[in-house]
C-alpha cells in the first residue's frame, strides 16, 4: 500500500509541475505587461538589457529568461563587464560568449563586451560602482532600454563581481538616473538545495512572490545546454554537473528594485 502511496505522490507532483508550466506558457504574455505596468491593449515593446559580468553567466545563470522574452517579441541585449581573462583566455571567451548568445537568440549587434582594467575578472577584485554605472547607463541610453535584468545582492554564487553589479544598478535606482518607465529587476539566489533539484524546484518557486518568473521546458532546456556548450574553454567536470541539476537551466524568478533616493556609498 505505501509503493502505491509513493507513486501518486511522485505522479502528482510531476503532474502539478506539468500544469505550471502550461499555465505559464499560456500567461507568459500578460504577466510581462504587467511587470512593465502597461495595460492589455497596448504593446509592450519590452528592450531588455541582462547585465552579467562574465562570458559563460547569460547561459548559466539567465537562460531561461532571455529564451522567454525572445519568445514573447521582446529585443533582448547582453552587457558583459568583463572578458573573463582570470586564465589569461578573453579573446577564446568573447568568441565562446558570441556564439553562447546567438544560441540564444542574441545577435551579435547586441552583445557589448567591457574590457578594463578596472574591471578585472578577479573575485578578490573589487569593482568600482561608479564605473559599473556608467557603463549601464550608457548601454541603457544606446538602445532605449526599458527593462535591466541582473543578479541580486548575493549574486547567485557569491561571486563578488556579480554581487558589485547589483550594487551598481541599485545606486542608479537610488540617483534617479533610470527613466522611471524602465523596470529593474534582480535574479534571485535559491539556497544549496533549490539550486539543484533541477526542474523539481518550479513549485516552490511558482509559489514564492516573485515580480518574474521565466520557465523554459525541454526543448529550452536543450537550447541552454546547447548555448553553455559553447563555452568551451570553462566546461570542467562540476560544469557538466551543474547543467545537469541547476534550477537555474529551467528557473528563473526576479524581485524588483526599487527606485527612489537611497544613501548608498559609490566606490
Known sequence: ????????????????????????????????????????????????????????????????????????????????????????????????????????????????????????????AEWSVSLISSAVVKCMSAHSINMVLTFDGRGVSGHANHVAINKAVRHLASTGEVPKDCVLLSLVTVGLFRKYVSFLELPLSWLLPSRLCCIVGSQGYKRAKAAMMCHRSQLLWFRYLYVAFSRYMFINTFQGIPQGPKNLKIY
Not at 8 to 17: E, K, P, R
Request: net charge neutral; charged share 20%; proline share 4%.
Open 1 to 124: 500500500m505505501s509503493l502505491y502511496l509513493v507513486i501518486f505522490v511522485v505522479l502528482s507532483y510531476l503532474a502539478w509541475i506539468i500544469w505550471i508550466y502550461c499555465r505559464h506558457r499560456r500567461s507568459s504574455a500578460v504577466l510581462l505587461k504587467h511587470v512593465m505596468n502597461t495595460s492589455s491593449d497596448r504593446d509592450t515593446n519590452v528592450r531588455a538589457l541582462v547585465v552579467t559580468a562574465h562570458p559563460d553567466d547569460e547561459c548559466m545563470f539567465f537562460a531561461p529568461t532571455i529564451l522567454r522574452l525572445a519568445e514573447t517579441n521582446a529585443t533582448v541585449h547582453l552587457l558583459c563587464l568583463s572578458e573573463g581573462n582570470y586564465y589569461n583566455q578573453g579573446a577564446q571567451r568573447r568568441r565562446e560568449l558570441l556564439d553562447s548568445c546567438a544560441v540564444l537568440g542574441i545577435p551579435a549587434s547586441r552583445v557589448t563586451i567591457i574590457n578594463h582594467k578596472n574591471l578585472p575578472d578577479d573575485p578578490t
